[in-house]
């Protein structure tokens, strides 16, 4: 089983749809758990922490399954500028944080 | 707010030449990392160091060498470009492992 899992989409969802997307992950040491937002040709940048509690930021929810290990990330009301890739990012306090490949975002009018 | 600084932002490069990647991180945090990035493959980290003093391996460090020059600068080397090592390059940091990664804007290196 790869360490971390994402389906590289491309996820092809028209204007104001809800759309989700899950990473698994193999190692159970995992502590800390982030979603990834990168735009074509740019740099990644944080979307959000995942806490075990589960967290929303506006239209954006992040959840964390620890019993199956996965998180997932979900989106309501698409706009078109969500348009991107997304990664999720697993980590521990001592061991260095590992991506998911990600997984492409495209929200068509 | 400059972040994490990477220069030079492009690069062209013979094979066999060799040359130095910067990144700077003015938030003083302790670990650092290099990552490169080609079509499909996702992130993949060359290098990194957990904190000031120290570096290691990651998935892909053949090729590369590194230096962490002091707690704000973190250098990659290719000694004799291939054209294998074209692709774009990322330096990132952050507080320690299990803080969220802040990244440079990248660096696209061909190598011809």
């Known amino acids: 089983r790869k360490e971390v899992e994402q389906d590289p989409g491309p996820f092809n969802v028209p204007e104001g749809a809800t759309v989700a997307f899950n990473c698994t992950y193999s190692n159970s040491a995992s502590q800390s758990f982030f979603w990834y937002r990168q735009d074509c040709r740019k740099e990644p940048k944080l979307l959000m922490s995942?806490?075990?509690s589960g967290n929303e930021d506006g239209r954006f929810t992040a959840q964390l399954n620890r019993a199956s290990q996965y998180i997932s990330l979900l989106i309501r009301d698409s706009k078109l500028s969500d348009s991107a890739t997304y990664l999720c990012v697993f980590t521990g306090g001592s061991y260095i944080p590992t991506f998911g490949r990600g997984t492409s975002l495209i929200v068509h009018p | 707010n400059a972040g994490v600084t990477q220069t030079p932002k492009f690069q062209v490069l013979k094979t066999g030449q060799s040359m130095t990647l910067q990144c700077a991180q003015d938030m003083n945090h302790n670990s650092m990392y290099w990552y490169r990035q080609d079509p499909g493959m996702g992130l993949r980290l060359i290098y990194y160091s957990a904190s000031e003093g120290t570096t290691d391996k990651g998935e892909v460090p053949n090729g590369y060498n590194v230096s962490r020059l002091n707690k704000r600068e973190f250098s990659l080397r290719l000694e004799s470009a291939a054209p294998s090592q074209t692709s774009v390059y990322f330096c990132?940091?952050?507080?320690?492992?299990?803080?969220?990664?802040?990244f440079g804007d990248g660096t696209r290196l061909s190598i011809l």
């Open positions: 995942v806490y075990s």
């Open positions: 990132a940091s952050s507080e320690a492992f299990n803080q969220p990664q802040h």
